[in-house]
């Protein structure tokens, strides 16, 4: 039985189509993605990690079909951590005004390189997670641009 789970790297939607795993503490779903994972009992995590992209021509499609599911399956998830693809897509989603899953994220990780463009998607993420305590943002730069990242973490009390 695993306690963390990684899925890393090109393409690893091809590969693992459908995830479950009700014993599992950590997921983490980094690198590039085709969109064809799905979660099913994942009810025993503790912390997500969603800092992946899908390739693909159209932005609105598969890539925000995929986001919406993982946000729907890790609802119960106290620890949240997003990249900087993931907080683009939120930005649209919340833009096109479509609903946030009601989440019970008690600490949310954005980790990104955030702009104007992404500050919607933030708002999404804040309005979903009504028990927030911990907000931490590490605000990255492009690679190649600098080299450090700023850190920001605000608590709230609920």
Known sequence: MFERVALVGLGFGSYVEKLRAPYLLSLRVIGGNRAGLRLDDVSSLVEAELDFSVESWDPNSKGRDLLRHLLEKLRGV??????????QVLSLLEMDGVPSPLSKCQNLILHAPVNQ??????????RSS??????????????????FAMVFSIRFLC
């Open 130 to 147: 009504q028990c927030l305590e911990k907000l931490v943002i590490y605000l990255t730069c492009f690679p190649m641009v600098c080299s």
């Open 117 to 126: 463009w992404d500050l919607p998607g933030i708002a999404y993420m804040l």
């Open 78 to 87: 106290p620890t949240i951590t997003t990249g900087g693809w993931c907080l």
